[in-house]
């Protein structure tokens, strides 16, 4: 919805519309970006320890997961850019912090 805007003269328009359109959207919904039709997710297998990356279309949960079952559990998204993770340590030691 936002391309080919330009940022500078639009100012904070620009957030202000990404605001109320998501918050038209709920926590459950999204909007489809083509960036991400090739996301890898890693996955580590709760019995053999195996861990694979999967395309996003096959990653999956496991009904018997503690986190799906008593909702507990923590995540940190960490981005690979470049063959670099970005902010690695920081995001770690937050990881590590809970």
């Known amino acids: 919805p936002f391309e080919g805007e330009d940022l500078e003269k639009q100012g904070g328009a620009r957030e202000e519309k990404a605001h109320d359109l998501l918050s038209q959207l709920g926590t459950h919904k999204y909007i489809l970006d083509p960036r991400n039709e090739n996301i890898l997710i890693g ?3 709760g019995v053999t320890g195996e861990f694979t990356t999967v395309h996003r279309n096959q990653a999956k949960v496991s009904v018997f997961d503690s986190a799906f ?3 507990d559990g923590m995540w940190e998204g960490i981005r690979l850019q470049d063959g670099t993770l970005v902010f690695r340590e920081q995001h770690l030691d937050r990881l590590l912090e809970n």
């Open 43 to 45: 996955m580590r297998d």
């Open 69 to 71: 079952m008593l909702g």
